[in-house]
């Protein structure tokens, strides 16, 4: 072309080059001014790409990293529930403690509790005339006094007494005429009527002087503790009163029986045909000939039980007890031993649920009236129901009621307190959650520690309200109830700690995790930063290179254009 320009080969080179060398600046002040040395994949597709990859996953693990934190603070969360937890189960421990040795110092006392509320009752007679209360009717309560010798008093129900004037009654005439052996209140909670001994003596409710007055069963049973006594069909033959034996603690026994002056009944000796006395010689077996039957029904919170024991010509003591333990109605309820230091036998509740044995004896052979009394009740056997029975006549029978209840009010508030303790434990399960979670109340926890959730650990809840560590309400009735829930708080105590020890170990597996995660971010991103990013020094160097370069280009570029510019010289 006629306007072409035309370059000589050594300017034309030296041109080239400065564009070469201006393009590196140009990539070198990039690398300078982003700090890598890869910014796009048309810089190194596979270092691009590498790069990319390994700050995805090292972005996906730092979002993980905020779950395994929460995951830390939930289990922290529990962790706190657990030692609370633990105290808690320990103070109930320490009342279960509390009550077995409550129960020890007082041995139990005889107390009888109702079930009929009387706190709006202005006037019993007048209330319950139609239910066997009538005015001057008595309740007579028989007991012990320290020394062992039977004492007695006659409560009048009058017109106008009401549960608390009644509860009163019954209080001031042990206190004003004896030691206060007997005590009863009208519970201000529940309004039942609570009749109480003291120092594990014994009593008996009804027997009283004048057959007229006696309070029935019916009436007894409108103030709230008819369960107490024993069926009226099951009475002798006449009788009208109405009687039981309140036992102190869970254990009675008979009283010592002599087959003569000093000389104890052995295990091995005959019941029928002999000839038995107490320590004062009075005669508490004789005359009982051919086949009875002692029946012993056992009065269940839930149903009633009974076992036949037959008394044949050559039964012995120790039959005797045989039988009852072999029997399977009530063996699981009451076991008998017999006592070869006294010379008696011992009955034993086995069962909480035990309210009472009723003893039935039916005779088919020639007993005398009155000869046939085992002595159950007091030492002496004053307190037996069959001591005040009439003639026993062939085919007849007659009967003794023994209710069980070692309860005291110091033992009641105990069980009142554990029930307190057993409220917490279930508030402070409600409140110990984090996030929605609650590991003690069964909610399982998972935690994720790499991106694509393959590699997990789930921390197990467990449900630690008190029913789920099995602290049911508690009865501390007997020593058996009270062993019962020692055992039950001691397996609770070591289902806790178990827990505890089991949510150390997870958190520090956790914690370990969250560790190896923050370091393998770190390692992914320093191997995407050797893929992509630049050194400065290096490019530093480069660009003072390359403008030296530049420099020289120019300087060689002019020189270059000398040797035309000496031809425009000739013109």
Known sequence: MAN???LGSALRSNLLTLQQTQRSIDITQLRLATGKKVNSALDNPQNFFTSQALSNRASDL??????????IKTIQEADKGVTALTSLVEQADSIVSSARDELAASAGEARVVGNVDLRNITDLVASFSGSGIANNDIIRIVTTNDAGTQIAQNVTINTGDTGYSLAAKITDAFADNFAGEISARLNTTTGFLEISSTNGRSFKIGDTTTAANNVTLAGYTALGIGRYFEDELRMPAGSTTAQATIIAGNRV??????????NLVDAGDVINGSTLT??????????LTGTNVLNFQVNNTTATQSGNITLATNTTWQDVVDQINQTPAINTLVRASFNSDTGSIELTSLADSVENISINL?????ATAGTFNLGWGDSSGALDRLSAVGAITAGGTYETVLAFNSSTQALDQFAADFNTVREQINDLVLDANYRGVNLLRGDNLTTFFNEDNTSTLVTQGATFTSDGLGLVVANFSSSA????FSSITRAALNEVRSFGSSLANNLSIIQTRQTFTQETINVLKAGSADLTDADPNEEGANLLALQTRQQLGVTALSLASQSQQSVLRLF
């Not at 107490?278 to 005359?287: D, I, Q, R």
């Open 4 to 6: 072409d320009i035309v």
């Open 62 to 71: 730092t979002r993980l990293l905020d779950g395994i934190g929460q995951s």
């Open 253 to 262: 026994s008979t009283i010592s029986m002599y087959e003569s002056a000093g």
């Open 278 to 287: 107490n320590a004062s010689g009075t005669t508490v077996v004789g005359g």
């Open 362 to 366: 039916t005779t088919t052979g020639g």
């Open 481 to 484: 109830a009270i062993e019962r």
